[in-house]
């Protein structure tokens, strides 16, 4: 049996430049951090012809053209697994749906699992180049790229993206500020769960058909992003609060599904209770909230009489890999 992990995420800056529709024109950059919440693939072979599948539903096929889930079929079908007789199975900490990445996670994680079953060495650029190729590419999913990166690095990571393709490099943050911020950006779940398909579809059709409105909403974003990076490289925790605030506040203009008015109600009451600036997590309407809190126990407090579940984290520097094989 093989066991694999890969990290979930949260995006600490410059998200949504991460698409071709913008990135091939103007170049992107986020900075993005691996969190210790995971989505798990097993996999066995079972000497029985077939293949069975478990994820929120089980599935059999006889072979892999015949599998319905999208992922399975085209991460098995690019690695080229000799026969079907497998058992796979995923299971994850935090549901889909929730803006962490979890489609990208689940991705690099089977892909994982599957080269580890063949023998083969893949290094997490390759590992994330795959996951991309199958997401984007084959099923054209109008995504970005950072959920696959980040998935397979770890860290926290900054990001550059171009037509020739994607640089990857580590935030250079010191060890007591890493600490700081760790204790100080806390997630709370919306109780929304939600597909990012749509958003994202309307700001690849606006970027694509160059809307002026969403490309300079987008440049000032990768602006933003650069300034968090050299906020948090700095040490300056409360800039990079209130840079998130003012990412909040310009990420809403992209849709009117981004935020609701229960969401926009949350978030004024934690900025009234101890929040420097927050936002929403992943392409909006729903999943995490999270903040970078000047006071958090005073801010959990807030968020907690309003029933807003906390979901507490450190981050994750090791990024997919196999936990266990026998």
Same mark, same amino acid.
């Given at each position: 049996?093989?066991?694999?992990?890969?990290?979930l995420?949260?995006?600490?800056?410059?998200?949504?430049?991460?698409?071709?529709?913008?990135?091939?024109?103007?170049?992107?950059?986020?900075?993005?951090?691996?969190?210790?919440?995971?989505?798990?693939?097993?996999?066995?072979?079972?000497?029985?012809?077939?293949?069975?599948?478990?994820?929120?539903?089980?599935?059999?096929?006889?072979?892999?053209?015949?599998i319905?889930?999208?992922?399975?079929?085209?991460?098995?079908?690019?690695?080229?697994?000799?026969?079907?007789?497998l058992?796979?199975?995923?299971?994850?900490?935090?549901?889909?749906?929730?803006?962490?990445?979890?489609?990208?996670?689940?991705?690099?994680?089977?892909l994982?699992?599957?080269?580890?079953?063949?023998? %083969? /060495?893949?290094?997490? +650029? @390759? $590992?994330?180049? *795959?996951?991309?190729?199958?997401?984007?590419?084959?099923?054209?999913?109008?995504?970005?790229?950072?959920?696959?990166?980040i998935?397979?690095?770890?860290?926290?990571?900054?990001?550059e993206?171009?037509?020739?393709?994607?640089?990857?490099?580590?935030?250079r943050?010191?060890?007591?500020?890493?600490?700081?911020?760790?204790?100080?950006?806390?997630?709370?779940f919306?109780?929304?769960?939600r597909?990012?398909?749509?958003?994202?579809?309307?700001?690849?059709?606006k970027?694509?058909?160059?809307?002026?409105?969403?490309i300079e %909403? /987008?440049?000032?974003? +990768? @602006? $933003?992003?650069? *300034?968090?990076?050299?906020a948090?490289?700095?040490?300056?925790?409360?800039?990079?609060?209130?840079?998130?605030?003012?990412h909040?506040?310009?990420?809403?203009?992209?849709?009117s599904?981004?935020?609701n008015?229960?969401?926009?109600?949350?978030?004024?009451?934690?900025?009234?209770?101890?929040?420097?600036?927050?936002?929403l997590?992943?392409?909006?309407?729903?999943?995490?909230?999270?903040?970078?809190?000047?006071?958090?126990?005073?801010?959990?407090?807030?968020?907690?009489?309003?029933?807003?579940?906390?979901?507490?984290?450190?981050?994750?520097?090791?990024g997919?890999?196999?936990?266990?094989?026998?």
């Amino acid at each position: 049996m093989i066991l694999t992990r890969s990290p979930l995420r949260i995006t600490l800056g410059g998200g949504g430049t991460d698409l071709a529709s913008y990135y091939e024109k103007h170049g992107g950059f986020l900075i993005a951090a691996a969190i210790d919440k995971y989505v798990y693939i097993t996999l066995h072979q079972t000497f029985r012809p077939g293949y069975i599948l478990k994820y929120s539903q089980m599935e059999k096929a006889a072979d892999v053209n015949k599998i319905k889930h999208p992922l399975f079929r085209e991460c098995i079908k690019l690695v080229g697994i000799p026969g079907n007789s497998l058992e796979i199975t995923s299971m994850a900490d935090i549901p889909a749906g929730t803006g962490l990445g979890s489609s990208g996670s689940f991705t690099t994680a089977l892909l994982k699992a599957l080269h580890s079953y063949k023998r %083969n /060495l893949i290094h997490p +650029k @390759e $590992l994330a180049q *795959q996951a991309c190729d199958i997401e984007i590419n084959k099923l054209k999913e109008p995504i970005g790229k950072q959920d696959q990166y980040i998935a397979a690095f770890g860290g926290i990571t900054c990001f550059e993206f171009n037509k020739k393709g994607v640089k990857a490099y580590p935030l250079r943050i010191q060890k007591d500020i890493l600490y700081d911020l760790e204790d100080n950006l806390l997630l709370f779940f919306t109780g929304f769960t939600r597909s990012a398909s749509n958003i994202l579809k309307d700001q690849h059709k606006k970027s694509k058909a160059n809307n002026r409105a969403m490309i300079e %909403n /987008l440049h000032f974003i +990768k @602006e $933003l992003g650069m *300034q968090s990076k050299k906020a948090l490289e700095c040490g300056d925790l409360s800039q990079f609060g209130r840079l998130m605030h003012t990412h909040w506040e310009h990420k809403k203009k992209r849709s009117s599904s981004i935020s609701n008015p229960q969401i926009n109600q949350w978030y004024e009451l934690a900025l009234k209770n101890g929040a420097l600036g927050g936002k929403l997590i992943g392409a909006g309407g729903g999943g995490f909230l999270m903040f970078y809190a000047q006071d958090a126990v005073k801010l959990r407090s807030a968020m907690s009489t309003v029933g807003l579940e906390e979901i507490r984290f450190r981050f994750d520097f090791e990024g997919t890999k196999v936990i266990g094989h026998s």
